[in-house]
């Protein structure tokens, strides 16, 4: 089967203008685009541009629970009117690697210190008018991980519960419309199907 890919970028930024710079910022662009099939047309985006982020799902092996947490979003009350959230721990980048951001907010919304991580996507979950980017990660815990007892940080606003369901009970809650959060689903289903990856720094104990 022909790529048909395009090997430039087949657009042309003609106009940009700022129309909000507060805590994001919102673009208005104006673009020549060339279609596929050759043609040119004008097009008008509006981008909002809040950075890049990071997620988490912790995952106990052998007691089968998940680290999640529950949040009051205001976009979401504006939709259902009760505005509560069951996602997984996230938060964004403020200029670290993913890596050592979503270590950050694992210490500071779930109360744990995070040791073995593994990234398994990168995502844009909203890129028609989104450009944020996540970094999406699972990582294995037990209860000796324990440092605080999270919940944000509370000179931000945050007010976060931390729940431990397990990972069947998370997923009944998916299939029940409970959780209904695009990364948390994803994470949730990633380890349903495949698991942890291998813990390296344990196959090198048990190989030494």
Not at 51 to 72: K, M
Not at 166 to 181: C, K, N, Q, R, S
Request: charged share 30%; with cysteine.
């Amino acid at each position: 089967m022909k790529d048909e890919t395009p090997d430039a970028a087949p657009v042309q930024i003609v106009d940009r203008k700022l129309l909000s710079d507060d805590w994001a910022t919102l673009t208005k662009y104006t673009l020549d685009y060339r279609r596929r099939d050759g043609a040119q047309e004008t097009l008008i985006r509006q981008v909002y541009d809040r950075g890049h982020g990071a997620a988490i799902l912790p995952y106990d092996p052998d007691r089968g629970t998940v680290l999640l947490v529950r949040q009051f979003r205001l976009p979401v009350y504006l939709v259902d009117g009760r505005g509560w959230l069951i996602e997984a721990c996230a938060g964004l980048l403020d200029e670290l690697d993913p890596e050592a951001a979503i270590r950050n907010e694992a210490v500071e919304e779930l109360g744990y210190e995070m040791k073995g991580i593994s990234r398994v996507f990168n995502t844009y979950t909203s890129p028609g008018s989104v450009s944020e980017r996540l970094a999406l990660f699972v990582a294995r815990y037990s209860p000796a991980d324990r440092i605080s007892a999270g919940g944000g940080a509370e000179e931000e606003g945050e007010d976060i519960e931390v729940m431990e369901p397990t990972l069947d009970a998370a997923l009944a809650m998916v299939a029940a419309g409970e959780i209904t959060d695009a990364k948390t689903i994803m994470l949730l289903q990633y380890l349903k199907m495949n698991g942890l990856p291998p813990d390296k720094a344990r196959q090198g104990q048990e190989r030494a």
